[in-house]
């Protein structure tokens, strides 16, 4: 049996920082998905540091054509956005969403965690059960939740995966009400005698689709 002691060093010592940040990137590069901190670290040997192998590694790739991004809790190898002109000529597979898709996950977005109830009330109609399917299929909104009020309603949030689409760190960096309005997405001001979203009408979940969502 092989012992170990200060003087004859230990079988767990952890390699060096260096070495550290080369399977940090190994990882990065080979997962199609953002990966913690904690599943960086399981795949290390024992006693490395993972969240100071990363940082070494973002420092490393800064101005390069590829960057190491946080998304979420996770982090992840992608392409510089200036960058990504060059990507154009890549197959685009839309995927299409119905406006009471959109504004369901636009409210959830928004007013994360929200109940299906809540999004029943900012949409002024109701939600239907293939609308919540078809934003839980694509994994942009999970379950959060439970409220602790009654009958104990499950909550929704955005996902990682959405964060990642829309290259985003976290759901604060979403643009605010003044950036929707300079893009033209917003009206500066509603119009005299506005109803809320969705009042006077049925859930078009079946009916008219938009392809303002595209996923490479």
Same mark, same amino acid.
């Given at each position: 049996?092989?012992?170990?002691?200060?003087?004859?060093?230990?079988?767990?010592?952890?390699?060096?920082l260096?070495?550290?940040?080369?399977?940090?990137?190994a990882?990065l590069?080979?997962?199609?998905?953002?990966?913690?901190?904690?599943?960086?670290?399981?795949?290390m040997?024992?006693?490395?540091?993972?969240?100071?192998?990363v940082?070494?590694?973002r420092?490393?790739y800064e101005?390069?054509?590829v960057?190491?991004?946080?998304?979420?809790e996770?982090?992840a190898?992608?392409?510089?956005?200036?960058l990504?002109?060059l990507?154009?000529?890549e197959?685009?597979?839309?995927?299409?969403l119905s406006?009471a898709?959109i504004e369901?996950?636009?409210i959830?977005?928004?007013?994360q965690?929200?109940?299906r109830?809540?999004?029943?009330?900012?949409?002024?109609?109701?939600?239907?059960?293939g609308?919540?399917?078809? %934003?839980? *299929?694509?994994?942009?909104?999970r +379950?959060?939740?439970r &409220?602790?009020? @009654? /009958?104990?309603?499950?909550t929704?949030?955005?996902?990682?995966?959405?964060?990642d689409?829309?290259?985003?760190e976290?759901?604060r960096d979403?643009?605010? %009400?003044? *950036?929707?309005?300079a893009?033209? +997405?917003l009206?500066? &001001?509603?119009? @005299? /005698?506005t109803?809320p979203?969705?009042?006077g009408?049925?859930?078009?979940?079946?009916d008219?689709?938009?392809?303002?969502?595209?996923e490479e």
């Open positions: 049996m092989t012992e170990t002691s200060e003087e004859t060093g230990t079988l767990f010592e952890a390699p060096p260096a070495e550290q940040e080369r399977m940090v990137e990882v590069f080979a997962s199609a998905e953002p990966v913690t901190i904690g599943d960086l670290e399981a795949r040997p024992h006693g490395s540091d993972a969240a100071q192998a940082d070494l590694l420092k490393r101005g390069r054509g960057r190491v991004v946080r998304v979420g996770a982090w190898i992608r392409t510089a956005p200036d990504g002109f990507m154009q000529k197959t685009v597979e839309t995927r299409k406006r898709a369901t996950l636009a959830v977005a928004y007013h965690p929200c109940t109830a809540e999004i029943e009330e900012i949409r002024g109609v109701s939600v239907s059960r609308t919540i399917d078809q %934003l839980l *299929e694509m994994e942009w909104i +379950l959060g939740r &409220r602790m009020t @009654p /009958g104990r309603p499950v929704f949030v955005v996902t990682p995966q959405f964060l689409h829309f290259g985003l976290n759901a979403l643009p605010g %009400l003044q *950036e929707l309005r893009a033209g +997405l009206e500066n &001001r509603p119009p @005299p /005698g109803i979203m969705g009042e009408r049925e859930d078009e979940d079946d008219e689709q938009t392809e303002l969502f595209e």
